[in-house]
């Protein structure tokens, strides 16, 4: 069994969880949805698995499009998703099954896992890790349902999809920056350049907290919802999020 696995992360949680399910299936190839990757579904692939934060209760616009140019040639694969959220999910999934249903794929096995500030791998996760992964290798259909609340909290969705881009506008930088260009390398969309040393964004944000969260000496602050914590996973180093 072949499976295609494309993740989003900004602040690990999506990659640490691929990366773990990964060691559990037979043979598995991650690959980031990030600016200038190809994604392109193999033909012996058996699987497509993808895997996503929550931003904003809803699924990032760049996984959306990125669902919109995937190419698949056998509409019958099986497709499963993980969505990573901090307990907020809203009705993210619902976004992943429609958009998939546009490309005439059917979400077939859905996942949600949850990360607190202070979220450590314990045996309970990885617990759900394995589970996981003996769904997928039986490849039964598995949907999670939604609560009434959950449908209610993401019809605020479209409205932050209009404002996120910009919101970069209120990311600001203190003494401390050094001009490493880490949050150039890992921002996920390609959204900062480096002039003079300093980092500019570009106001094409996915606010995915990846340049923040990963600055080292936590020389970027804002006022956005994003910037409220330095956050990253402590199970993913820095050049996993930049070497995949």
Known sequence: MTNQIYYFTGRGNSLVTALELSKRLDSSTLIPIRHGVRHEIAEEADSIGIFTPVIDIGIPAYVLKFIDQLQVKDKN????????????????????RKQLKKKGLRLQAEFL????????????????????AEIIKRKPSQKLKLAVKDRLLTMANPLAKLIIPTEDKKFALNDSCTGCGICEKICPVKNIRLEDGSPIWLHSCEQCAACFSWCPNEAITGTNLASRTHYRNSNITLGQMLNP
């Open 77 to 96: 694969i099986y497709v499963f998703a993980v969505v990573t959220s901090g307990g907020m999910p809203g009705a993210a999934m619902e976004q992943l």
């Open 113 to 132: 896992m949850t990360f607190g500030l202070g979220w450590s791998a314990s045996e309970e996760w990885l617990s759900q890790i394995d589970r996981m």
